[in-house]
C-alpha cells in the first residue's frame, strides 16, 4: 500500500483551515478531504485486489470465565484499576490532621485492593475480556 496515498505528505506542509489560501485550493490537488478519501478509498481497494491485508483479522473468541486464563486477565485488569485508583488519589492533597503512619498506608493499599476488585467485577470494564481474546488466539 502505498502511503502518499494516504495524504501522510500534509502532515509537513503548513496547513491552516479556514484560511484563504486552503479556501482557495482547486478540487483534485489533495488538499480537500474528499480527495483524500477518494484517494485513500482507491489505495486500499488496490491493496486488497492484490492479496495484501492491512491488519489481521481475529475471530470472537468465545469467553471461558472458568479458564486459567481468563482469571489472570481479571488479576491484569485488576492490576491496572489499583494503579488508576492510586494515581488518581495521589492527586488530591493529604492534611496533616490524622497521623496514618506505616499501618495507614497498608490499610490504605488494601482499601485500593478492595476498590479495584470491586470495579474490576462489577464495573464491566471490558479489559479482561479484551485481554483474554487477545492471548487466547495466540494460545492455539
Do not use: W
Not at 3 to 19: D, E, T
Not at 41 to 46: D, H, K, L, T
Not at 54 to 70: R, S
Request: proline share 2%; net charge negative.
Amino acid at each position: 500500500m502505498d502511503i502518499n496515498a494516504l495524504g501522510i505528505q500534509h502532515l509537513n506542509s503548513a496547513y491552516v483551515p479556514f484560511s484563504s489560501a486552503a479556501a482557495q485550493a482547486a478540487p483534485g490537488t489533495g488538499n480537500d478531504f474528499s480527495e483524500l478519501l477518494r484517494r485513500s478509498q482507491s489505495a486500499r481497494a488496490s491493496s486488497q485486489d492484490a492479496g495484501v491485508h492491512a491488519a489481521p483479522v481475529l475471530k470472537k473468541t468465545a469467553i471461558d470465565k472458568t479458564d486459567k486464563l481468563y482469571e489472570l486477565c481479571v488479576e491484569l485488569e485488576t492490576f491496572l484499576v489499583k494503579n488508576l485508583i492510586k494515581s488518581m488519589r495521589s492527586t488530591v492533597q493529604k492534611t496533616n490532621l490524622i497521623d496514618t503512619g506505616f499501618a495507614g498506608e497498608i490499610y490504605e493499599d488494601m482499601l485500593y485492593d478492595e476498590y479495584a476488585k470491586g470495579f474490576a467485577k462489577n464495573a464491566n470494564l471490558g479489559f479482561a475480556e479484551m485481554a483474554y481474546r487477545e492471548l487466547a488466539a495466540y494460545s492455539r
